[in-house]
């Protein structure tokens, strides 16, 4: 069982999901460092966030799981990123746990 489905077979209530405003991505690449099963900087220098299959999805607002296993290395990304771009919300209900519009 992979990383990524593990956190795929997880009740949908507790499922995250995380995407990255590229409009905000500085292209630190501090998100990579963190979760590079994640996040990866493309050619363009900002970061986007990769599918289960490893591959990097460049439309605006896409979206991916986070692995419960990656949770805080994803967590920590959001905190530290210095763009604010990296937004961690429940799929469930789309609310925002993590990242700039976080309550």
Not at 34 to 60: C, T
Not at 92 to 101: F, K, N, R, S, T
Request: charged share 25%; proline share 7%.
């Amino acid at each position: 069982m992979t990383v990524r489905h593990e956190a795929e077979t997880g009740s949908e209530g507790d499922s995250l999901e995380v995407w990255i405003d590229q409009d905000l991505c500085t292209g630190d690449g501090i998100c990579a460092q963190y979760a590079p099963e994640v996040f990866e900087l493309d050619i363009d220098g900002l970061a986007y966030v990769k599918s289960g299959d490893d591959e990097l999805l460049q439309a605006p607002g896409a979206t991916t799981p986070v692995p419960l296993p990656l949770l805080n290395d994803v967590v920590d990304s959001a905190k530290e990123c210095p763009g604010d771009c990296i937004h961690v919300r429940r799929v469930a209900d789309g609310v925002e746990v993590y990242g700039p519009e976080a309550a």
